[in-house]
């Protein structure tokens, strides 16, 4: 059985800090990009940040780049998402998903590249 499964949410005063988890199981964790995406209320949901466990690449939306740093534990097929001097307009549920690398990704991975969603984790930053 797939899963990819959040944790590390909650709220959190405006500049500081969260370190959301997402721990994947079920599928070859190497032949995926894994993705963090946001939905805030009314808004679409928009990818942030991924990261390819096989070469460790990594990518960034302008809104969170030097904010949010992703990373991988291939030992534990976890990736964290790691957010600094977060801002009320970071709240929104944050999403990990996977997405194959065997075909062509956008940038950034968008809700069509996904293969597999996590369950979600609120954020909520008070200003």
């Known amino acids: 059985e797939v899963q990819l499964v959040e944790s590390g949410g909650g709220l959190v005063q405006a500049g500081g800090s969260v370190r959301l988890s997402c721990a994947a199981s079920g599928f070859r964790f190497d032949d995926y990009a894994i993705g963090w995406f946001r939905q805030a209320p009314g808004k679409e949901r928009e990818g942030i940040s991924r990261?390819?466990?096989?070469?460790?690449?990594?990518r960034y939306a302008n809104s969170v780049k030097g904010r949010f740093t992703i990373s991988t534990d291939n030992a534990k097929n976890t990736v964290y998402l790691q957010m600094n001097s977060l801002k009320p307009e970071d709240t929104a549920v944050y999403y990990c998903a996977a997405a194959s690398l065997r075909r062509g990704l956008s940038y950034l991975l968008t809700q069509w590249d996904i293969d597999y969603w996590g369950q979600g984790t609120q954020v909520t930053v008070s200003s």
């Open positions: 990261i390819s466990s096989r070469d460790g690449s990594t």
